[in-house]
């Protein structure tokens, strides 16, 4: 996969896979990490990963909210995470692969435009 700017992810459109594509490499992922904000690698190197502190329970249920809506709407789904009320977490990987794909930084790109209310 060749590296791209967060507005050329948001651009595209995330593709059924059912297997057969391959994972991408912990380079490959690493450097397209650097396109996006506040993303990580898990110690898998399986998934990306962000997190976020915040206002209160509902704000993170009216952000995790909207990321179902456009989950839905690509077909991927990320695992959502609240904790301690206010700590969320999103987890992304293309499940039919166990790894990493073009659609998973597709996501978190869309994602990262989505408006989140974060503790002052």
Same mark, same amino acid.
């Given at each position: 996969?060749?590296?791209?700017?967060?507005?050329?992810?948001?651009?595209?459109?995330?593709?059924?896979?059912?297997?057969?594509?391959? #994972?991408?490499?912990?380079?490959?992922?690493?450097?397209?990490?650097?396109?996006?904000?506040?993303?990580?690698?898990?110690?898998?190197?399986?998934? $990306?990963?962000?997190?976020?502190?915040?206002?209160?329970?509902?704000?993170?249920? *009216?952000?995790?909210? #909207?990321?179902? /809506? $456009?989950? /839905?709407?690509?077909?991927?789904?990320?695992?959502?995470? +609240?904790?301690?009320? *206010?700590?969320?977490? @999103? /987890? @992304?990987?293309?499940?039919? $692969?166990?790894?990493?794909?073009?659609?998973?930084? +597709?996501?978190?790109? #869309? $994602?990262?435009?989505?408006?989140?209310?974060? #503790?002052?």
């Amino acid at each position: 996969m060749t590296t791209q700017s967060a507005e050329q992810l948001r651009a595209k459109r995330c593709l059924p896979c059912e297997g057969g594509v391959p #994972k991408l490499t912990n380079d490959e992922a690493q450097a397209q990490l650097t396109r996006l904000s506040g993303w990580s690698l898990t110690a898998d190197s399986k998934r $990306i990963r962000k997190d976020w502190t915040v206002k209160n329970f509902m704000a993170g249920m *009216r952000f995790f909210n #909207k990321v179902a /809506e $456009i989950a /839905e709407a690509e077909g991927h789904h990320p695992d959502l995470h +609240i904790a301690g009320y *206010r700590n969320v977490t @999103i /987890e @992304i990987w293309t499940h039919a $692969i166990d790894g990493l794909s073009e659609n998973d930084f +597709i996501l978190a790109a #869309k $994602i990262d435009e989505l408006p989140v209310e974060l #503790k002052s």
